[in-house]
């Protein structure tokens, strides 16, 4: 079950970022219509599998990025 758990929060956030962005240019490049589900949800399922990816190897970088940068940076408060 451990080992699940590191994939719990890059699927979660591809998807709400996939959303969020195919929603988005799907409504900038075609505006709403009839068919503007149908599109959004092609548009979905196109980026999702790359987003999901991109989260799974980036994640694990920027979070080292940020503990660096955590322990150069003196406390402010």
Known sequence: MR????????FFMAV???CIMSFTLTAIHQGFHAQFLLDWGRAFSLAFPIAFS????????VHKMSEAL???????F
């Not at 080992?3 to 890059?10: H, S, W």
């Not at 989260?55 to 970088?61: L, M």
């Not at 955590?70 to 402010?76: H, V």
Request: zero cysteines; proline letters at 12%.
């Open 70 to 76: 955590k322990r150069k940076t003196p406390a402010a």
């Open 54 to 61: 991109a989260v799974i190897f980036v994640a694990p970088v």
């Open 16 to 18: 709400f970022m996939t």
């Open 3 to 10: 080992r699940l758990e590191r994939f719990y929060f890059p």
